[in-house]
């Protein structure tokens, strides 16, 4: 998906002389080529990202379009108040890239996984958060973001993930804030990935032969209203993924927004929802993205999909 | 303002009264009929606690009325006890500290890119050289020679638990500024001539970025205020304001 978001950049970047890429010492054999294209547009600010994101305010407020690039936690905790005060608050355009969403950089331990960003994230006004699902999503939600005038925050997982659209004959062109993107079409059940999780999300549904259907959101916020209602009327069942604490995250945004729909009357009858995401804990465990996706029990069961 | 509703934060306001002076009467290249001009000096103020000095500054300037400054910090104003940048004039909200070093560099950096030789300026406290953040501008504007970007120290000794030296003592202050590369000045803040004299100076001769460490005095002009931390926190009484008002004058 990084290199995906960086070859979208760059076309984008031919077009619209306002975006500026800027890194905090990170991207080594991936940011190079957009560097190289435009010296002018490009800069690393170094080990610093309180700077970095102070330096990107700045820089937007004189009309860039500045990407910040960096590691999961890096680019969002690190600097966390220069985003929700600086970059937020004054609603400029600023685009955060963490690269190693969720489990992605496994190995290299909790200082690497980024499995708590969204759910701070998401509690900030003006930010739109994405956590696209393979690299068609990431091309188009990087194509959005090129002339989105607001903060957005933009989770990646890594290099290497399958094509998981195409897969399944879906295109993925245009996509507008709050799209839920339809991958697998099933019956009563329904599984609502966030990010990365969407490949074995496919997978699992395909070889299990299961008739459930799957649904992709580019987007934790927002989420768009009257997409998500008509999902809630069409099943009885949904079951949500995400590489993330459960606590604030994609699958509770879900809940929330569920619940006030039925608040408000606009959903009668609600449907049942399981929730997959990190139980509240560190792992601590060298392994691979996989392994630690298992043991922090990120995985499906046969049963979930009994409606 | 600080007296009517009972506020705090006066004695800092007081001690960058006179750089504020001397910038928006006789350095800023600003328009108060045009305050989003394309070429104009930026301001911005990283002390937002005493963002009372800034808006009187810019009332007077003409950015608006100054009678709108008796809605300060009461409900519905836009005159926020912290600086807001919804005050016409105003570049950046600020309250958090070590913000406004970074966002400036940041312009600065803008104006470097775009050929333009506009300047920025950021006024940060002395106990707000506490905060990281500010280090890792400091650090990086000679790299990128933001020569167009002037910083400036009100240094008035004291921070909010006490005076500067006892908590972390930044000295030597200057010695830090010309280690890290930056062209540095110390003036003694409060002498208009010594203000003007310097920021003429800083001009684009020189790719290094500025920095003007002003001594300054907490509680400036007010006798019973000068240099007690207690004013770091205290609304005068109906006494002492009239005792203020009387010494100002």
Redesign the interface.
Known sequence: MRTAFVKELIEQGKKNDKIFLLVADLGFSVVEPFAELFP??F?N??I?E??M????????????NVYIYSIGNFPTLRCM??IR??IC??NVSVKIIAVGGGYAYASLGASHHATEEIGMLRTIPNLTVCAPGDPDEMRAITRFSSTYAGPCYIRIGKAGEPEVHKKYSKIVEQIKPGDILNVIDGSDVAVFSSGAMLEYSATYISQNKLKASLYSFPFVKPIDLSQLLSLFKKYKKIITIEEHQAHCGFGSAILELMNDLKENGQLDQAPAVKRIAINNAFYSKSGTQNYLRTIAGLEFKLSDFES | MVYKTKASHIGGALSMADILAVLYNDILNIDPESPKEDLRDRFLLSKGHACTSLYAALGLKGFFDVKELDTYAANGSIFLAHTS?YVPGV???A??L??A???????????E??HKNWKTYCLVSDGELNE??NW??I??AP??KLKNLILIVDYNKIQSFGFVKDIIDIEPLFKKFEAFNWETYEIDGHDHKQLLDTFKACDNTNPKPKVIICNTIKGKGISFMENKLLWHYKSPSEEEYIQAIKELN
């Open positions: 002018e547009r800069l600010v170094g610093a309180q700077n994101a102070g330096i990107a305010t700045g820089l937007a407020m004189e009309g860039y108040e220069q005060y600086d608050y004054h | 940048h570049e950046i909200s309250g958090s070590g913000h070093l970074p966002v400036s560099c940041g312009l600065a950096l803008a104006a890119k775009k990281g953040s890792e501008s650090l990086l790299q990128l």
